[in-house]
């Protein structure tokens, strides 16, 4: 019998106030997903070339309440994206064991990649979990952008825009990261 679990359902690219974005999605759950870029071509092109050709254009209901979350979210709004079912076919253990930890991440909740590490049951592995996460097929509803370097630091991230988009997703969601703001001077003594 032929393995159809990642056989991709359909894809979908779309505009939010933010840029486009992209989701592929089989019928087991959400198989990628391209963060944002000023052209719909430009995610068109990245996200076929991971995904292949959409067999159907018909869209699941998670997939429209999907959409509508990520535009929600793009435009400012608190969204909860632990509920999304998600294709993770042919991911090893381990990745599966910090993706799963990164997905218990709160709107607006940073933690680090050796602290994420042990999470997942995996202390000592900080770089592992940075590679891990490099290659997270479905950023924001795996949220790689929570994950800071140590000392706070914003890390790297592999999305277009690199860390710059890191830090404006993490803004997008209250947080702060960088050198704190100077000290108010409260008594001028």
Known sequence: MED??????????????????????????????????????????????????????????????LIASIKAYAAGEDVDFSGVPVDLTGVDDFRLAIYDAARKLAFGETTT???????????????????????????????CHRILAAGGKIGGFSAPGGSTTKEKMLAMEGVRVGPPPPAQVSFGF
């Not at 050796?114 to 509803?141: C, M, S």
């Open 4 to 65: 159809t679990s990642q056989a991709i359902a359909g894809h979908a690219v779309f505009e939010t106030v933010i840029g486009f974005i992209g989701i592929a999605w089989s019928e087991a759950g959400l198989t990628r997903l391209c963060l944002p870029q000023r052209s719909r071509d430009a995610v068109e092109r990245r996200l076929l070339r991971h995904a292949g050709n959409a067999a159907s254009s018909a869209r699941p209901l998670w997939v429209t309440e």
């Open 113 to 143: 990649y050796g602290e994420l590490a042990r999470r997942a049951g995996h202390a000592g592995l900080a770089r592992e979990t940075g590679a891990a996460l490099g290659a997270n097929p479905v950023p924001l509803v795996i949220p």
